[in-house]
């Protein structure tokens, strides 16, 4: 919702995210390792937890194996799956004994060596051969290091192994100089799996063998493990995501009757879905990261980020809630406009009034979401209302009134309820858990749908503990992609379904490639074209009268000021009751090419960059953020990499030169009444930068607003994705319904029109013959 940098491409980049770790015993000592053997080097890593602990000697430590063929000159692992600011532990063989090092990078250059780790190799499986070398290891003190740490009760978590078929330059010296790995990729690691009791782990750490049994310490009822359950019974309705569109989906479906299985690739988020994940300052309570609005800036500035798709190079949440769970949570009723035959909806589709009345009966919007009902820090929008009121801008309840979205503002609109994150999670999600007919299975990843011809017959998974990781479906049955505009555009590839040289690209990977249909079974489809995004720019101000709330800097770290954080633990009221927005505004504007095009303003305290030659006072910062929505032109396309990692292939932002110069002028509009505000103070751009050269000078990749569209768009065959049903052409029983489907963005923040189409294509997928 606001404006980001995106992540940008991680620094490991390179073999698909494929894999998934196993459990499996080495034969030499009986220790139960959770991990994968690399399919490129045939390299096993693996790894096994004491029991969870907080703190204590045991809290950060683990024995680790690495098994590799002796043509291998070392190989390696990052087990928080980043090359940077990570512990990065190698091996390599020598005179038969193994020689092993620990470093740290701060930039992609060689890594320095880094101390404090304790590592004792264990002569309980260790050895060179002619063939093959194995490391077995206590590595204690190795959880957490300088800036870092992994989380050892993930479900999710996607560590790296990297290793090199050069050897280092002098085999004797853990501190040697070493050439950049020659290979490296990632796989899935439940890291809360991968734990056994305190006296297995203290007999193979202290070099006794014997087996165990692994114990995990999930904590939700509806969470995954990877043990093997025999088989996966068939459903009527396979939907994959969890996110707003997969939820609202598979809830309408499993009310009707229908067998469901929801497939959520990441783990818990709230704690309602058994999330756990809190700072200091909430531990004892039952409030995480993702429940508390007020840590919505921490998404961008916390250090253990595995809420986002480490496959995607933009921000994407892979979790339950998907980017609900993540996200600003700023919620638009969708006006008529947004659902028009002239916004690229089929007419069918334009009645929508039914359904976004049925969405907002389940989750009814919200401006002022602190239970006391009263609106905290709100000097910010005090202060926009005094900039846009001489404009002619009226004060209105946003959500009252869809329709008008011409010269208004009004107080932010949220999804909150009881203080708290809500969307569907804690809607939708809550009515189907207890039906008998409905399943949810976390950290379960979608590879593709098993098609024969047209018809689909389940999904291929990660999951080691159903035969092959498939998901069947019934005779008569149906598969709903719901995982995001790039997530389900990556599964249809990967099914064969798409551009040619998207699937050719599948082809070429050593995973994916083999579980392909025969090339004659390929179905041509525009997936990824037509995508748009939101361009947004940031312009930044000072008022005497404005708190930034130190820039909402410290909120998870140490916390905000001790009142607020009592008040909110008390009763769910103050200023952490809210994400950062505080008053949002539209205007029409006129273009050079006679179509209109409408800007949103989003306002709020603090600033995430500026860019200034003033002295200015940090205390009084705040952004609005304008965001060129309906009626913009420009499109995009998005796709895969070679190693399938999803992203923009061409980027959507002001590709049209009408949208430029809509949005120049709608920056200029508003800054056109600051004379009328005193004290108000433009900081970026500063008073040496015009508004068009400040445009000018805008790095592209920083206009991403998040709210990525399209990507599988709704409309006729031949220029379409999907039909009118939300069924993909030239199939039988696969459907799409999330945001990928939405031809043109809507007036504002997109996800309460995605739960509105959710509500719509349920209906129609119903309604529709053929199925169960
Ligand atoms: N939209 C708004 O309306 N208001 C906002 O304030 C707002 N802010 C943000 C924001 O701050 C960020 C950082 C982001 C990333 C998005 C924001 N958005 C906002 C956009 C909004 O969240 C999205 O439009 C909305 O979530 C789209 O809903 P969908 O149902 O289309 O897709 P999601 O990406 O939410 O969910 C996909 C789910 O599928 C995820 O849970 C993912 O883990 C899962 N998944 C993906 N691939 C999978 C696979 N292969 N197998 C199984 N599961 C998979």
Redesign the pocket.
Known sequence: ??L?LALGVLPFVGSALAQAAAQFTDPDNGITFWGITDAAHQVTYGYVFPPLATSGAQSTEYIGTIVSPIDNKWSGYALSGSMISSLLVAAWPNNGKIVFTTRYATTNVLPDVYTGPVITTLSTGTYVNSTHWKWVFRCQNCTTWTGGSIDVNSQSSVPAWCSSTIAVDNPADPGTSMVQHTDFGFYFFPFAEAHVTASVYNNWASGGTGGGTTVSTTKSSTTTSAQPTGTATPVDYIV????????ITADRLSQAGKSVLL????GPSTAQTGGTYQPAWLKGTNFTKFDVPGL?ES??TDSNEFWW?KDIT???????????????????LPADQDFSTSAGWPQEWTNHQPYTAALKARLPPTDAPSTDGKRYLEQVSDVVGQLLNPQGFRNVTINNSPNDKDHIYGYSA?DFLKGKRAGPVATYLQTSLPRKNFQLKLN????NVIRNGSTITGVQ?NDTGVPGGIYPLKPGGRVIL???????A??LFRSGIGPTDMINLVKGDPVAGPLLPPQSQWINLPVGYNVSDNPSINLVFTHPSVNNYDNWANVMTPGPPAADASQYIASQSGIMAQ?S?RLNFWQALGATDGVTRWLQGTARPGAASWNTTYAFNQTQMFTITAYLSTGIKSRGRIGINAALNALPLVNPWLVDPADKSSLVAGLKSIVSSMPAVPNMVMITPDNKTTIDAYVNAYDPSTMN?????GSNIIGPAGKAVVDVNTKVYNTNNLFV????IVPTLPF???????MSV?EQAAAKILALAGGN
Do not use: K
């Not at 607003?705 to 569209?709: E, K, Y």
């Not at 504002?748 to 995605?754: E, S, T, W």
């Open positions: 919702m606001l980001r994959v995501g969890s996110g707003p569109g997969g939820i497939l959520e690739r990441g919505f998404m961008f798709c933009v921000f994407a949440g892979c979790l339950v809630g998907g980017g609900g769970a993540v996200n600003g949570a700023l919620y638009w949220y379960t990843y979608v590879w998974t719901s995982a995001g505009t790039f997530g389900s990556r599964i994400a927005p607003s998040n709210h990525w569209v319904v999330d945001a990928s504002g923040n997109p996800h309460g029109l995605v959710a």
